[in-house]
Structures are given as C-alpha cells and as structure tokens.
C-alpha cells in the first residue's frame, strides 16, 4: 500500500546512531567527594580486601572492591588507604570500586635483582620493617638482612630485627655484626604465650604498622600466628638437602594485633576504662610471602648514609663528587680518624660499607 508525501510525519524519519557514542567523550573525571576510605588488607586475583572503620551509622565493616579504569596501572597494595565509591555496605555479594588512592606515608619497594629497573611496591604506609631470620635451620644469611635494612633506610621505616629459634644456636655471636648500627632486635624461641621473647616483640609491634620480611623457613608463619591466634598461616618445614625453606606464604596480608592485655595497677585499669578502645592501638602486622633475593636497584646511595649523620657531614665537607664512600679517594677515612664520628667511628663506617657492597651487590670479603 503506497502512502501519499502528505501522511509522513517526524516520526517517519530515520536517524542513523554515531559508531562513536551519542556524547563526545570529557576528560573531566569525577572527584567523588562522597567516597570512602578503607584500609587494603589483602589482594586476590583483582579483588582487594579493606577495612573501613565506622562512621555514618554504619560499623567497621569489611568490604571487596575492584580497581575503577581511571586508576591505570597504579599499583594497589596491601596497607594502601584507598578511597571507593559503590556498594559499600560491606554485605555479602556486593563489591565497590577503588577510585583513588590515598597519599602514602611510606612504600617498601623492591627490584627483581640489582640489575632491573622496575620497582615492585611490596606494602605502603608501614613504619617498621621487621626482618625475620632464624638463628639456625636454616643458617642466617647476613647479606639478606643487610639489603633488608637498606629498603627500610631508603623507605624511611625503622627496622626491627627479630632472631628466631635461639633454642637451636646462640645469638650473641651473630648480633655483634650489627651493634655498630644500633639496631634494635628481639630473640624468640619456641613461641608459647607468655614467653619473655614474644612479650617484648608485642611491645615493639604496639601501636605501629609493621611489615615482616624474611627469607622461607626462618619461622614467619610461626610468628605471625603466635601473634594473632586468628591468622591461622600455613607453615612449612626446611629441606634438608637444600637447607631452604618451602614458600607457604603465597601473598601479602595485613592482620591487626589483637588488644594487648591490660594493667594490673587499677588506677591505670580505671583510664582504661574511662577512654574510649582505639582498635589500632595494639598495631598491625602486614605479613609478606618469603623472598629470596632483594633487589635495590632503586636504592640511591646518598640515602642510605644520609641516616648516618655522624658520617654524612663528614661525606659532604671532603667527599669527591659521585663518591661511593668506598674508594681511596673517600674523605670518611679522616674524618673518622681525627675522631669526628666519635666513639665507635671505625665500626660504623664498616657498618655503612657493608651496607653500601650490599646494595651494589658486590663481595664483601675484605
């Protein structure tokens, strides 16, 4: 049936859709005011786990997100503070989207060897570098710990060293190595509640974000589950052919401590009781897969002596321009002798160029 020109109306018109969109695309990304921020405490397969404290009538509450497209590659890591937008409820089967991530206050970073220049951002925002290693089974492998502490000078952290399994082998002989760099340690055993070594690390841990670090086999698991009862971390054992332990953990998490115990003397029982419980008072621990190699090909020398400053004034008043501070022509050799670095000069400079062949990945046999 043929229809006359005079019955055709607009809605008779045809309109062809644009391949590219129907509105031109804008750069402008939205700044969600309104989003939320939340603690990362795990990554699994494009799925970050947080925790978002309360607020909003709402009560501290876990909650799943993916990462949004505006993001890129950004790296989110386990101790990130990321803001998100969504579903953020916390209830089951619900996910949220990460669309920001939060300022950081520290990154641990590693390299894959000495030689490859990509970073890989282990965990942010964490205070203390605690490097784990056992005193025997396996042999402690000193240059490991050594790189350990160049990533926590470099990352501004402080580092804690912890020796385990003192039952099999004394530490005294091995902590002497690291007395000119006044670290701070603690030497643990069979780790039984109430023990005088795990008592002290709760002390060292409190109130801080701490990230442990250690090579397979050394106990890390067994620690982090004295520590928090909950965690429940699959522990191995050593291979007695290699001396070398089996990976058990496969990826990074992070754990609150749970409340330490209270005080006996009531005058401080009843502050307790009168001030309200900060649930992050007794700290968090942000537990890492075993390594074993660190690499610091992104480590800048001139930060590592920069947290010796008994040395660096010397470094910066008679050193050569590109000094290694480990050459003939290094001014902290006098300096050191007409007794600037003050007692114990000598044995911090050893200190800082074992440290320095360490991060350069050179023989320390001298």
Same mark, same amino acid.
């Given at each position: ?5 005079r019955s055709w109306d607009e809605s008779d018109v045809r309109v062809r859709p644009n391949r590219r969109g129907s509105r031109p695309r804008t750069k402008d990304r939205p700044k969600h005011e309104d989003a939320i921020v939340g603690r990362v405490t795990a990554v699994d397969r494009g799925r970050w786990t ?65 030689? /490859? ?64 760099? /006044? ?31 250690? *090579? ?15 965690? /429940? ?30 005080? *006996? ?12 419980? /900060? ?45 290694? *501070? ?13 007794? *600037? ?26």
């Open positions: 049936m043929s229809r006359s020109s947080t925790l978002v404290p309360a607020g909003e009538g709402l009560p501290e509450r876990v909650v799943i997100a993916m990462r949004a497209r505006e993001l890129g590659r950004s790296p989110v890591v386990v101790g990130d503070r990321v803001a998100m937008v969504g579903d953020t409820s916390g209830a089951p089967d619900t996910l949220a989207r990460i669309v920001r991530i939060e300022e950081r206050a520290t990154v641990l970073r590693r390299t894959a060897d000495d030689t /490859d220049p990509v970073e890989r951002v282990i965990v942010a925002n964490a205070d203390q570098l605690v490097v784990v290693a056992a005193l025997a089974d396996p042999e402690p492998r000193p240059r490991l710990i050594d790189r350990c502490l160049v990533a926590a000078y470099d990352a501004g952290m402080d580092p804690l060293l912890v020796l385990t399994k003192s039952d099999l082998a004394s530490a005294e002989d091995f902590l002497a190595q690291y007395a000119p760099l /006044d670290v701070p340690h603690v030497v643990t055993s069979v780790l039984t509640e109430g023990s005088e070594g795990l008592a002290e690390l709760r002390r060292r841990l409190a109130g801080r974000v701490s990230v442990l670090v250690g *090579h397979s086999g050394v106990g890390k698991s067994t620690l982090v589950n004295a520590l928090c009862p909950d965690a /429940d971390r699959a522990t191995g054992h050593v291979n007695d052919v290699t001396g070398r332990g089996r990976h058990t953990s496969t990826s990074a998490l992070g754990l609150r401590l749970p409340p330490l115990p209270p005080s *006996h003397d009531r005058e401080d029982v009843r502050a307790q009781e009168a001030e309200p419980v /900060d649930p992050d008072a007794a700290g968090w621990i942000i537990d890492t897969p075993g390594i074993r190699s660190f690499g610091l090909a992104h480590v800048d020398p001139d930060r590592i002596i920069g947290h010796f400053p008994e040395l660096a004034e010397g470094a910066d008043e008679g050193c050569p321009r590109g000094c290694t *501070h480990d050459e003939p022509d290094c001014a902290l050799d006098a300096w050191v002798a007409a007794g *600037h670095a003050g007692p114990g000069g000598e044995q911090r400079l050893d200190s800082l160029r074992r440290l320095l062949r360490a991060r350069s990945g050179e023989s320390d046999e001298r």
